[in-house]
């Protein structure tokens, strides 16, 4: 028998407030994507130690998926979400006053940290307020509503960055983060069906092997990986330097590009989470289409003759900004497969996914940028579109890496399941 506080009036009041906290991380997250060109002034680095920055973040984040899961079964989200508000809000202080390569690493690894825990602590939330369909449209909708934050790092704080400076910019940020978290501990509770007790034999270990142990789990992994790494690798490093020095736009107007990302996600979210909520069967194939969306777009402008018409570009971007609500489905598959107890670990893990693929991809993007500068004498520009063509073109070989481990857990899922 349900709780009858399922779905009530409270339920949307927690859940409301865990999304502003799941927005906040958002904005922290892809905060230095739009504050590449300065870093490289600020911190006087080359485009490795560029992307350095961007991949230690997503590196702590991917890394912590893992313990963070475990600790979500066990301590529940609202310790969670409130000591991600506070590495967060402590990372970007930090960050605002650094003045070097090391001081700037740090607070991208408390940002990195304290991000971890966000999203798959609200994602348990919903199984312990709501019930039935809503869960997997809510899925969908917590992806959709967090890309607000994207709109954060794009308007108000990149128009802080370029206006009044490095400091004040990364300084509301931290203002931000520190909101959300009185705002955590105020309004956020675990919810009815919260016990925090666990099988006596679920200890973490064999918590993680049985969620890993899952086909559903390992489809979910992949999934997520092959769907939300170029959409990150867009948007937290090397979009915006791309847009501008790549293909000659302005920085005023690469920025209001990037609330292509924003407006895909309010469009695209709630189709696909009704679609999967109605076809569960075919989820992966839904992912499958978008991904191949993606790839067909980014061979078109990469061989496109000179710099790419902003319809094209436009087009790209609706393309890439569709794999961030293809990549919620990796969730759905989480939660489907792994009884409630293991659900928080099972999360964690397919969350590693797209952000191991991602910091692998902006490493290498990276390097190869450094590597072709080396290579003409190192002299021009470090950023330009036949270099960006060449080192971008590697986001192929992790796709195909992805959709062929994709199908191969999709069959073993499936056979699971007759």
Do not use: C
């Not at 904005?27 to 490289?40: C, H, K, N």
């Not at 475990?70 to 508000?85: E, H, M, Q, R, S």
């Not at 918590?207 to 992994?221: E, M, N, S």
């Not at 099972?346 to 590693?352: D, I, M, P």
């Amino acid at each position: 028998m349900s709780s009858p506080q399922l779905n009530s009036a409270k339920s949307w009041m927690v859940y409301g407030f865990a999304v502003l906290a799941y927005i906040s991380a958002i904005a922290q997250r892809t905060s230095f994507g739009v504050a590449g060109l300065e870093a490289t002034e600020r911190f006087n680095a080359s485009a490795q130690i560029l992307a350095t920055f961007s991949v230690v973040q997503l590196v702590v984040y991917a890394g912590a998926q893992v313990p963070v899961g475990l600790a979500l079964d066990k301590l529940g989200p609202k310790i969670l979400i409130t000591t991600g508000a506070v590495l967060m809000t402590l990372g970007q202080a930090f960050l605002a006053i650094s003045t070097n390569v090391p001081m700037g690493l740090v607070g991208r690894v408390m940002v990195g940290m304290g991000d971890a825990m966000v999203f798959v602590s609200v994602l348990k939330l919903l199984p312990l307020w709501f019930s039935g369909s809503r869960i997997p449209i809510l899925t969908q909708l917590t992806g959709t509503f967090g890309q607000l934050g994207q709109l954060i790092s794009i308007f108000p704080f990149h128009m802080m960055l370029i206006g009044i400076g490095w400091t004040p910019a990364f300084s509301m940020l931290s203002a931000l983060a520190f909101a959300t978290l009185v705002t955590t501990v105020a309004f956020v509770r675990n919810g009815p069906r919260w016990t925090g007790a666990q099988p006596p034999a679920a200890h973490q270990g064999s918590r993680l092997a049985a969620a890993i142990k899952q086909p559903g789990t390992r489809l979910g992994f992949w999934t997520h990986f092959t769907t939300a790494f170029m959409a990150n690798v867009f948007m937290m490093s090397w979009g915006y330097p791309f847009l501008v020095q790549g293909q000659g736009i302005d920085s005023a107007t690469a920025s209001s590009l990037m609330t292509v990302f924003v407006v895909v996600a309010v469009l695209v979210g709630p189709l696909l989470g009704a679609l999967t909520s109605r076809y569960p069967q075919r989820r992966s194939t839904f992912a499958l289409a978008i991904i191949a969306w993606i790839l067909v777009m980014w061979i078109i402008v990469l061989l496109w003759p000179g710099h790419s018409p902003m319809w094209l570009l436009i087009v790209l971007m609706i393309a890439i900004a569709a794999g961030g609500p293809a990549s919620v489905i990796s969730f759905d598959f989480a939660r489907t497969f792994n009884p409630p107890h293991l659900m928080g670990t099972a999360t964690g893990v397919v969350n590693t996914g797209g952000f191991i693929g991602a910091f692998v991809t902006i490493y290498v993007i990276g390097f190869i940028m450094d590597l072709q500068y080396k290579a003409g004498g190192s002299t021009g520009e470090l950023y330009n579109l036949p270099a960006f063509r060449i080192a971008l073109s590697f986001q192929f070989l992790m796709a195909a890496l992805g959709v062929t481990f994709m199908l191969i857990e999709r069959g073993k899922a499936r056979r699971q399941q007759r």
